[in-house]
């Protein structure tokens, strides 16, 4: 078995839509970044990649590549899934924590983890996530953006297990 943890963070801005867990979630304001800026999903991979050790989002997917430009996030978990699978692991599980003091985001869950599962190719019930306030504190209490931590465990595939 095999741990890992992503952390990702991104400013909110006017004029984008906030995609999170690739699931459009409505609010004034949406996250900055090269792709979607899908903060939960970004948090999710590099958690997956460290734990199979390899390297992180910003070497496998860079901000300086126009192919990524206003990707959905979902698309490149899906490559991360790919990779994590040729190296002989599937997901045991992930647990994902978002910190937002706004939007509110405890009805968007349910889709979000349905998302992710579809995504990963896992069951829904390998994936956790809880989003909490900062109780107006730092920058994701004063609403200037949204952080997220996730942990996942890899357990090694029969294929990497007949390989040593």
Do not use: W
């Not at 992503?6 to 459009?24: A, K, M, N, Q, S």
């Not at 692991?89 to 979000?112: F, S």
């Not at 996530?129 to 209490?141: D, H, P, Q, R, V």
């Amino acid at each position: 078995m095999r741990i890992g943890h992503g952390y990702d963070v991104h400013r909110l801005t006017e004029g984008r839509r906030l995609i999170l867990g690739g699931v459009e979630v409505p609010f004034a304001r949406g996250l900055d970044g090269h792709s979607d800026a899908d903060v939960l999903i970004h948090a999710v991979m590099d958690a997956l990649l460290g734990a199979a050790a390899l390297p992180d989002i910003g070497v496998q997917f860079p901000d300086t590549d126009e192919r990524y430009r206003g990707i959905s996030s979902v698309l490149l978990l899906e490559t991360v899934m790919q990779r994590v699978r040729e190296c002989g692991y599937d997901v045991g599980n992930v647990d994902v924590t978002v910190l937002a003091q706004r939007p509110k985001l405890k009805d968007h869950i349910p889709q979000m983890r349905q998302r992710l599962a579809q995504a990963m190719r896992i069951a829904e019930d390998r994936v956790n996530i809880k989003a909490t306030t900062e109780e107006g504190l730092g920058f994701t209490g004063s609403g200037e953006g949204i952080a997220c931590h996730a942990v996942c465990l890899l357990q090694e595939t029969e294929k990497r297990k007949g390989n040593g």
